[in-house]
Every structure is written in C-alpha cells, then in structure tokens.
C-alpha cells in the first residue's frame, strides 16, 4: 500500500513564498509521473503542476513563472516551490503519483493515471 505524505504547507502573507515536499518510502519517483493538485472550498480541484519519468515538467497556465515542480529520486521526495503567493493560491494542496488503471487526469499539458494521493497540506495566503 503505497503512501504519500506531504508537508511544508502554512501561513504566509502575499508575495511570500512556501516550499511543499512529499515524501513515500514504497514509490520510486523516477519511474512515474508525479504531481500537485490544489482545492479550494467550493471549488474543483485543480492540478497545478506535473513532473514525467524523465523529468520534464508542466505547469498550470495560473502558476506558470511562479511555482516549480522538481523531484529527488534518491530520497524519493517530490517538491513544489511556490513564490510570490496570492490569496488565490489558497487551498489544501495535494501530492499524487501514477497508479495502474486510475482514470487520467492533467496537470498542466501532462496527463497521468494520477491514482495515489496523499493527505493534503493546507496553504494559506493573506
């Protein structure tokens, strides 16, 4: 059963910057396409950012210049750097990774069979 756990989220003015990692000790990072998805009360959820098997990323059209997705195989650990925060960027912010027969999903211009998840961390910007 595999697990990913996310963490990093807070509280932080605009402008302001936060960083998320996502960490599982059963998922090999570099065999899969990874992402952040993001959703806001009432609001449908939202994939933000993608990295693929080979590295290449994707963004949303709404984070594009502002967040970075990157990847640390070796600790298996999936990032999301988020600068210049705006209100709009609230929301509980999720990790997810590829997962046999899960519908497809996209995330920026990738789309996976995003299928594991993890928790959620919440991310608020005043």
């Known amino acids: 059963h595999v697990q990913l756990v996310e963490s990093g989220g807070g509280s932080v003015q605009a402008g302001g910057s936060l960083g998320l990692s996502c960490v599982t000790s059963e998922y090999t990072y570099d065999s899969y396409c990874m992402g952040w998805f993001r959703q806001a009360p009432g609001k449908e959820r939202e994939g933000v950012a993608s990295?693929?098997?080979?590295?290449?990323?994707s963004y949303a059209d709404s984070v594009k210049g502002r967040f970075t997705i990157s990847k640390d195989n070796a600790k298996n650990t999936l990032y999301l750097q988020m600068n210049s925060l705006k209100p709009e960027d609230t929301a509980m912010y999720y990790c997810?990774?590829?997962?046999?027969?899960?519908?497809?999903?996209?995330?920026?211009?990738?789309?996976?069979?995003?299928?594991?998840w993890g928790q959620g961390t919440q991310v608020t910007v005043s």
């Open positions: 990295i693929d098997s080979d590295g290449s990323t």
């Open positions: 997810t990774g590829d997962k046999a027969g899960a519908p497809v999903t996209c995330a920026g211009g990738h789309c996976c069979r995003f299928g594991v």
